[in-house]
């Protein structure tokens, strides 16, 4: 009896050696397809808002503020093929390399202070606003 239960509880060791693997590699193949995934969405939404910011410069200020008319991959003159990948290549290093260093010195900050500057800054806004409006 002892040799078959030896032999029982090897054979479960090896496959639950075989399944958490199989669980490594899905988490390793997960995380390449969110990546993936997550670079084409952010390519698309950021070549609109490049898209849109251009158009509504020069709408609101009547002049272009960069036209990509002389590239090879122009959309219309505000966006360009070329630099849709790129937006999309820095927007992954932000979110997976900058954020969680950014997010450590966040918590680093004391409560109160983020009050204090959010305070100062709800003040100069109200004022930039009274200025404005006063201009106009």
Known sequence: WKICIKKILRSRAQNDNIASSRIEQ??????????????????????????????????????????????????????????????GLIAIIITNILKPYINKIIKIIPREFTYFISFIFAFLYIKFIFIISSQI
Request: hydrophobic content about 40%.
């Open 26 to 87: 899905k988490r390793k193949t997960n995380k390449i397809i969110k990546l993936i995934i997550s670079f084409i969405i952010y390519s698309v939404v950021l070549g609109l808002i490049e898209y849109i910011c251009g158009y509504l410069c020069n709408i609101l200020f009547g002049i272009d503020m960069w036209n990509y008319k002389s590239k090879k991959y122009h959309i219309g003159k505000y966006t360009c093929l070329e630099y849709i990948p790129i937006w």
